[in-house]
């Protein structure tokens, strides 16, 4: 049975850190494309960052290109999130999902999903 289970998330300043992770059991992410979103109180759910499966190419939506960074490890079976320069607009509920053998091409349709792990970045 599939199940992704986010963590990392936490309370930082801004200019903060975090890196979250994506661990997959009952499946090999590798097969997955893992796209991680994100939803913040009152907006709706956004596509943050993707990873495809065929070729490992990845793309970002465009207000955390140069400072987030998505990444796989094989060896783990978790895809991770690297947030640098955190700022109080990446506050929310960060999901990751999954999508088998499938390109990060828009529109990100996922049917697979994780809990959620909360980031809040607060002075």
């Known amino acids: 049975q599939l199940q992704l289970v986010e963590s990392g998330g936490g309370l930082v300043q801004p200019g903060g850190s975090l890196r979250l992770s994506c661990a997959g059991s009952?499946?090999?992410?590798?097969?997955?494309?893992i796209g991680w979103f994100r939803q913040a109180p009152g907006k709706v759910r956004e596509g943050v960052s993707c990873i495809s499966s065929l070729n490992g190419s990845t793309s970002y939506e465009d207000s955390v290109k140069g400072r987030f960074t998505i990444s796989r490890d094989s060896a783990k079976n978790t895809v991770y999130l690297q947030m640098n320069s955190l700022k109080p607009e990446d506050t929310g509920v960060y999901y990751c999902?999954?999508?088998?053998?499938?390109?990060?091409?828009?529109?990100?349709?996922?049917?697979?999903w994780g809990q959620g792990t909360q980031v809040t970045v607060s002075s």
């Open positions: 009952g499946i090999t992410l590798d097969y997955y494309a």
């Open positions: 999902a999954a999508e088998l053998f499938r390109t990060c091409v828009p529109p990100w349709d996922f049917n697979s």
